[in-house]
Nanobody, 123 residues
Framework: QVQLVESGGGVVQAGGSLRLSCAASGRYFSRYAMGWFRQAPGKEREFVTAIISSGSSTRYADSVKGRFAISRDNVKNMVYLQMNSLKPEDTAVYYC????????????????WGQGTQVTVSS
């Protein structure tokens, strides 16, 4: 069992940066691939990024490539999402997620979800 709690959301101007954090509890955190999804009002939840259990490999949606960076700390049981050059279309609720692999996350086969944190980018 893994519990996930996101933090770090807020309101930022276009072009600004935010860092989201996801605190995980549970003995086997380091065995899971971790990822971030987002859901804007009236839209389906979409994959943003994923990181392999060891942290040595990552995946990104084309819409965030070059602007967002995922990282993890398996000692602190934390996952981070650094978001730079934010755009109004990045506005959404961002969710932390855990699964068996980055490929599973990309196809929305998620074992555990966080409760989400709101990110609003003003123009």
């Amino acid at each position: 069992q893994v519990q996930l709690v996101e933090s770090g959301g807020g309101v930022v101007q276009a072009g600004g940066s935010l860092r989201l954090s996801c605190a995980a509890s549970g003995r086997y955190f380091s065995r899971y691939a971790m990822g971030w999804f987002r859901q804007a009002p009236g839209k389906e939840r979409e994959f943003v990024t994923a990181i392999i259990s060891s942290g040595s490999s990552t995946r990104y949606a084309d819409s965030v490539k070059g602007r967002f960076a995922i990282s993890r700390d398996n000692v602190k049981n934390m996952v981070y999402l650094q978001m730079n050059s934010l755009k109004p279309e990045d506005t959404a609720v961002y969710y932390c997620a855990a699964s068996v692999s980055p490929e599973a996350l990309k196809t929305h086969r998620v074992d555990y979800w966080g409760q989400g944190t709101q990110v609003t980018v003003s123009s």
